[in-house]
């Protein structure tokens, strides 16, 4: 059963291939230089434990945005906010297909509910790469919506996660 371990030397980074050159090129050239320096965590999907070939992997990071680029119906102090960034998410094209993205998916917004019971969290935002990946973000009817900013930069409440039961798991590699 595949795991899910935080980016490492032994992974081989070079084989992955989603079919998204700009995603495979931040795998293989830029994740590991952005968890040294403490910008950015890479969480990889291997076969089993301790296995060099990634299926999948996504980025996770915290950032702020302004508050009026939230939706109106929602009252936010002014300035900015705390967020969690999906910054990457990607499936190898062989294991494309098995929901290995919606689970990797569940994960990170099972983090960023965690993150957001010790410090100021309030939602999960992501910039969709294109039109495809955003039609899969919408697809999955967690509550994902367009920010004003930018038709496909989405977010999630933590609110509506938690009233959503997303994170009732608690096993935090499902």
């Not at 296995?51 to 929602?74: E, N």
């Not at 294991?95 to 993150?115: C, H, P, S, Y």
């Not at 939602?123 to 004003?148: C, K, M, N, P, Q």
Request: aromatic share 6%; net charge neutral.
């Amino acid at each position: 059963m595949p795991v899910v371990e935080l980016l490492q030397a032994h992974h081989d980074r070079k084989s992955f291939d989603c079919g998204k050159p700009s995603l495979n090129e931040f795998l293989q050239k830029q994740a590991r230089q952005n968890a040294d320096r403490n910008v950015g965590v890479t969480h990889v999907v291997v076969p089993e434990a301790g296995s060099s070939r990634i299926l999948g992997y996504y980025t996770i990071v915290t950032r702020t945005i302004d508050s009026a680029i939230v939706p109106k119906s929602v009252r936010l102090p002014q300035g900015p906010i705390g967020v969690v960034l999906l910054g990457r998410l990607a499936v190898d094209l062989s294991a494309q297909g098995q929901g290995l993205g919606k689970r990797m998916l569940l994960r990170a917004i099972r983090q960023t509910e965690q993150a957001a019971r010790a410090i100021g969290i309030y939602a999960l935002v992501l910039d969709a790469i294109d039109e495809e990946a955003r039609s899969w973000y919408l697809h999955l009817y967690f509550g994902f919506d367009s920010l004003t900013d930018d038709h496909n930069h989405l977010f999630l409440p933590v609110g509506v996660i938690r009233q959503l039961g997303l994170v009732e798991s608690s096993n935090p590699d499902s």
